[in-house]
């Protein structure tokens, strides 16, 4: 399999620092030239990434490129005659 990893030009990602708070979870380091020549060359309404973390140590963000799978068309919506009931029970059997 080759190696389709997907990096986002621009956009550095570093461990907080040591004396951060426990809710800052990473620091991004802008590049705005790189950044925006990068989003400029990209196509769709959106980009995913993932935060990562390298077996060395090293934090990265990395393109999340799932799709998901195409949906199989629903079956046909059941149809309802206005003489027949929309249901297979009573209005007076429901509790409420």
Do not use: H
């Not at 950044?35 to 400029?40: F, G, K, S, T, V």
Request: glycine share 4%.
């Amino acid at each position: 399999m080759a190696n389709d990893t997907k990096f986002i030009d621009g956009l550095i990602v570093q461990a907080p620092r040591d004396n951060a708070p426990e809710y800052v979870k990473a620091r991004l380091w802008i590049k705005r030239a790189e950044l925006i020549a990068w989003l400029q060359a990209q196509t769709g309404d959106s980009i995913n990434a993932d935060v990562k973390v390298s077996q060395q140590g090293k934090w990265y963000c990395q393109v999340d490129k799932w799709k998901p799978e195409a949906r199989q068309s629903a079956p046909p919506a059941r149809q309802v005659s206005p003489q027949s009931p929309a249901d297979d029970f009573e209005d007076s059997t429901i509790p409420f």
